[in-house]
């Protein structure tokens, strides 16, 4: 229905539809399609005929097992086929050329297949179709590229939300062209003017009418033999690779990204003083002339150490409308701390705006917001790295002033830091490297954020106090007397809060140690810290090193031949010990527990096998878990190291 009114809407003239009774009569009977679904069928029929088409030629065929209809041929086929294949596969009959068990193979196979010579075909793809290393796949990449491929357009996965979130691409078919070139058109859409969650509400970027003018360029300088040339608008969507090109390694691998030329750089670069490149506009507070409007505002509080915004946490204050026209933040705006910083940590902290939810924000008066001027100059995320390296670095140190206290920016010095300026294409390629090592960080994060150890109770195991199968406090020392010896202090700073490590990087010596440095510790102990346990400064010491003693702020689990001692250790961070303790904690400054309210907490204690498996699978788990941290690392490294490459500083 929607390729006959597309058809009728290009054809009309004055609001009138511009068809002869005749050309209408040959249109409609020309349309045709299939279904393997009764049901389809029966809603196609009854569509058709609501549309005014009085024969309608929709038939229910199962396209890949019946031959009845395998010697009709078409101009045009438009198809979104079920990617899904069923238990068992396709049982398909032997006429296909390329063969396969993978319905979404052989539909693509039958719609090339079944084009007149100058046929044309538009057909949605999943990501199999595109890379998938199967022979099947393979033969009928190669089979498409010889024949009928001229064009491939990469779609943002999301885009048939809420129905499904799955990855496609469109393969663009035309006999004739394919022909006459030997490259092929790839095109990437990352936006198609809705959000990509289950809700697709509509937003700015849109990328598909750009992509529309870039196949049509691309089909037009086909036909008149030239080589087709890009914008720098187009040159950011869509690139031209040659059949020969794909053809070499094998696999005819229809991603596009794969074959984009790597723009190479070395860092060598002009440098510009930011002043020349961004708008500054100091931030405001709470208004006091009429008219107000509540906004919500970010502070300092809602930076992080990443450089992107907590939004848990923002203020909502009235404001001067006034004041708001030119302090509205908008999607790559950066916000620039102007007060704030510490001892340690000078101020010039900057974080990246990129909400496009339609709620207004704006910032503190502790802040400034940074716009760049000319987006086809400098890409405001590439200017949003540096200055969050520089930052890291301790040079906004050199533009900060105290008044009372308080760290201030200078902005006039900080207008005039000199930051490296490739060419713009340079910078996104820079962009979109640290973006995908960015998005392997925030995926390890959310392992390692959201596991906690669990295991299913058994309602028949029986529950004992901790003092029935560990020692609390086993053993005490005063360190004072050894003297000049020097001592590892574990204190509660020395254990992390929520993962189990611990530093024993506090060397001290014995007569200097503070008076609650008591606690012996040896191998196979956890340590539990007594204040504020909710906060989980819990740790199994899987190794201890000589002369170690821990603060009486932890107390000291020991295990008996009773218990494996990690079961234990795991137990630590369940909801059932947590809530146990939290009652438990005191009222004050310092919410606390002591020996006996820990002698006094109930356990799970079922069979020591039992315990044993449970350990082993946790420890098996919490391997993936350090694998995950090992790689944040890892990748939080690359980004420094790729930004301090740019500076020209490796």
Same mark, same amino acid.
């Given at each position: 229905i929607?390729?006959?009114?597309?058809?009728?809407?290009?054809?009309?003239?004055?609001?009138?539809?511009?068809?002869?009774?005749?050309?209408?009569?040959?249109?409609?009977?020309?349309?045709s399609g299939y279904d393997i679904s009764p049901d389809m069928v029966r809603l196609s029929l009854v569509n058709m005929y609501l549309h005014k088409f009085p024969v309608p030629k929709i038939y229910e065929y199962d396209t890949l097992a019946s031959e009845e209809k395998w010697n009709e041929f078409y101009d045009i086929i438009l198809a979104n086929p079920p990617f899904m294949s069923p238990k068992g596969g396709i049982k398909p009959h032997k006429r296909f050329s390329i063969q396969a068990k993978r319905s979404e193979v052989l539909f693509v196979d039958y719609i090339a297949e079944h084009?007149?010579?100058?046929?044309?075909?538009?057909?949605?793809?999943?990501?199999?179709?595109?890379?998938?290393?199967?022979?099947?796949?393979?033969?009928?990449?190669?089979?498409l590229i010889e024949n009928s491929l001229y064009?491939?357009?990469s779609l943002p996965a999301g885009v048939f939300n809420p129905y499904s979130g799955v990855k496609t691409s469109i393969l663009f078919l035309n006999k004739n062209l394919a022909k006459k070139t030997d490259k092929i058109l790839f095109v990437k859409v990352n936006h198609d003017g809705f959000d990509l969650g289950a809700q697709r509400r509509k937003i700015k970027e849109n990328d598909l009418p750009l992509t529309l003018e870039i196949i049509k360029k691309y089909k037009q300088s086909i036909i008149e033999d030239k080589e087709i040339e890009f914008n720098r608008s187009e040159e950011k969507l869509a690139h031209v690779v040659k059949k020969e090109k794909i053809a070499e390694s094998g696999d005819y691998n229809l991603s596009g990204d794969r074959y984009k030329e790597a723009v190479v750089y070395n860092g060598k670069w002009d440098f510009v003083e930011l002043g020349e490149l961004c708008d500054f506009k100091n931030g405001l507070w709470k208004g006091k002339k009429e008219p107000l409007k509540k906004i919500s505002i970010l502070r300092n509080t809602n930076f992080t150490k990443t450089g992107v915004l907590d939004y848990s946490n923002v203020a909502v204050h009235p404001i001067e409308i006034s004041q708001l026209k030119t302090r509205t933040l908008e999607y790559g705006d950066i916000i620039l701390e102007k007060?704030?910083?510490?001892?340690?940590?000078?101020?010039?902290?900057?974080?990246?705006?990129?909400?496009?939810?339609?709620?207004?924000?704006?910032?503190s008066n502790f802040t400034a917001r940074i716009r760049v001027i000319n987006e086809s100059k400098i890409n405001p995320i590439y200017l949003w790295r540096c200055l969050h390296y520089l930052h890291q670095q301790g040079i906004t140190k050199n533009c900060q002033n105290r008044t009372s206290g308080i760290r201030n920016l200078d902005l006039n010095? @900080? #207008?005039?830091?000199?930051?490296?300026? !490739?060419?713009? +294409?340079?910078?996104?390629?820079?962009?979109?490297? *640290?973006?995908?090592?960015q998005k392997i960080i925030d995926g390890a994060?959310?392992?390692?954020?959201? @596991? #906690?150890?669990?295991?299913?109770?058994? !309602?028949?195991? +029986?529950?004992?106090?901790?003092?029935?199968?560990? *020692?609390?406090?086993?053993?005490?020392?005063?360190?004072?007397?050894?003297?000049k010896n020097k001592f590892v202090y574990i204190d509660i700073s020395s254990v992390e809060n929520g993962t189990g490590a611990v530093s024993f990087t506090n060397k001290i010596e014995g007569n200097k140690l503070p008076s609650r440095a008591r606690r012996i510790v040896k191998k196979g102990d956890i340590l539990l810290s007594t204040v504020r346990p909710n906060l989980k400064a819990f740790c199994f010491l899987e190794e201890v090193p000589d002369n170690a003693v821990a603060s009486t702020g932890f107390a000291v689990l020991s295990a008996t031949t009773k218990v494996e001692p990690k079961f234990v250790y795991f137990q630590l961070f369940s909801d059932y010990l947590q809530e146990q303790m939290i009652n438990r904690m005191g009222k004050g400054s310092y919410p606390s527990i002591n020996q006996k309210d820990v002698q006094e907490l109930k356990i799970f204690y079922p069979p020591l096998d039992i315990q044993q498996k449970i350990?082993?699978?946790?420890?098996?788990?919490?391997?993936?878990i350090n694998a995950n941290k090992e790689l944040i690392t890892i990748f939080e490294k690359k980004i420094k190291d790729k930004i301090a490459d740019v500076w020209g500083e490796q």
């Amino acid at each position: 229905i929607s390729s006959f009114n597309h058809i009728q809407n290009k054809n009309k003239k004055d609001g009138r539809i511009n068809l002869t009774a005749d050309e209408r009569t040959r249109l409609i009977n020309n349309f045709s399609g299939y279904d393997i679904s009764p049901d389809m069928v029966r809603l196609s029929l009854v569509n058709m005929y609501l549309h005014k088409f009085p024969v309608p030629k929709i038939y229910e065929y199962d396209t890949l097992a019946s031959e009845e209809k395998w010697n009709e041929f078409y101009d045009i086929i438009l198809a979104n086929p079920p990617f899904m294949s069923p238990k068992g596969g396709i049982k398909p009959h032997k006429r296909f050329s390329i063969q396969a068990k993978r319905s979404e193979v052989l539909f693509v196979d039958y719609i090339a297949e079944h084009l007149n010579p100058n046929g044309r075909g538009g057909v949605i793809v999943p990501e199999g179709i595109i890379f998938q290393s199967g022979n099947a796949y393979k033969k009928l990449r190669k089979m498409l590229i010889e024949n009928s491929l001229y064009a491939v357009v990469s779609l943002p996965a999301g885009v048939f939300n809420p129905y499904s979130g799955v990855k496609t691409s469109i393969l663009f078919l035309n006999k004739n062209l394919a022909k006459k070139t030997d490259k092929i058109l790839f095109v990437k859409v990352n936006h198609d003017g809705f959000d990509l969650g289950a809700q697709r509400r509509k937003i700015k970027e849109n990328d598909l009418p750009l992509t529309l003018e870039i196949i049509k360029k691309y089909k037009q300088s086909i036909i008149e033999d030239k080589e087709i040339e890009f914008n720098r608008s187009e040159e950011k969507l869509a690139h031209v690779v040659k059949k020969e090109k794909i053809a070499e390694s094998g696999d005819y691998n229809l991603s596009g990204d794969r074959y984009k030329e790597a723009v190479v750089y070395n860092g060598k670069w002009d440098f510009v003083e930011l002043g020349e490149l961004c708008d500054f506009k100091n931030g405001l507070w709470k208004g006091k002339k009429e008219p107000l409007k509540k906004i919500s505002i970010l502070r300092n509080t809602n930076f992080t150490k990443t450089g992107v915004l907590d939004y848990s946490n923002v203020a909502v204050h009235p404001i001067e409308i006034s004041q708001l026209k030119t302090r509205t933040l908008e999607y790559g705006d950066i916000i620039l701390e102007k007060s704030g910083g510490g001892p340690t940590q000078p101020v010039g902290r900057v974080a990246l705006f990129c909400k496009k939810d339609g709620q207004i924000y704006s910032y503190s008066n502790f802040t400034a917001r940074i716009r760049v001027i000319n987006e086809s100059k400098i890409n405001p995320i590439y200017l949003w790295r540096c200055l969050h390296y520089l930052h890291q670095q301790g040079i906004t140190k050199n533009c900060q002033n105290r008044t009372s206290g308080i760290r201030n920016l200078d902005l006039n010095a @900080y #207008k005039k830091i000199r930051i490296p300026f !490739p060419p713009l +294409e340079v910078q996104e390629q820079i962009v979109a490297e *640290l973006d995908s090592y960015q998005k392997i960080i925030d995926g390890a994060k959310q392992v390692v954020e959201n @596991y #906690k150890p669990t295991f299913k109770i058994d !309602p028949e195991w +029986e529950i004992v106090k901790l003092c029935e199968v560990m *020692l609390v406090n086993k053993s005490t020392v005063n360190p004072k007397k050894y003297g000049k010896n020097k001592f590892v202090y574990i204190d509660i700073s020395s254990v992390e809060n929520g993962t189990g490590a611990v530093s024993f990087t506090n060397k001290i010596e014995g007569n200097k140690l503070p008076s609650r440095a008591r606690r012996i510790v040896k191998k196979g102990d956890i340590l539990l810290s007594t204040v504020r346990p909710n906060l989980k400064a819990f740790c199994f010491l899987e190794e201890v090193p000589d002369n170690a003693v821990a603060s009486t702020g932890f107390a000291v689990l020991s295990a008996t031949t009773k218990v494996e001692p990690k079961f234990v250790y795991f137990q630590l961070f369940s909801d059932y010990l947590q809530e146990q303790m939290i009652n438990r904690m005191g009222k004050g400054s310092y919410p606390s527990i002591n020996q006996k309210d820990v002698q006094e907490l109930k356990i799970f204690y079922p069979p020591l096998d039992i315990q044993q498996k449970i350990v082993l699978q946790i420890n098996n788990e919490r391997k993936i878990i350090n694998a995950n941290k090992e790689l944040i690392t890892i990748f939080e490294k690359k980004i420094k190291d790729k930004i301090a490459d740019v500076w020209g500083e490796q």
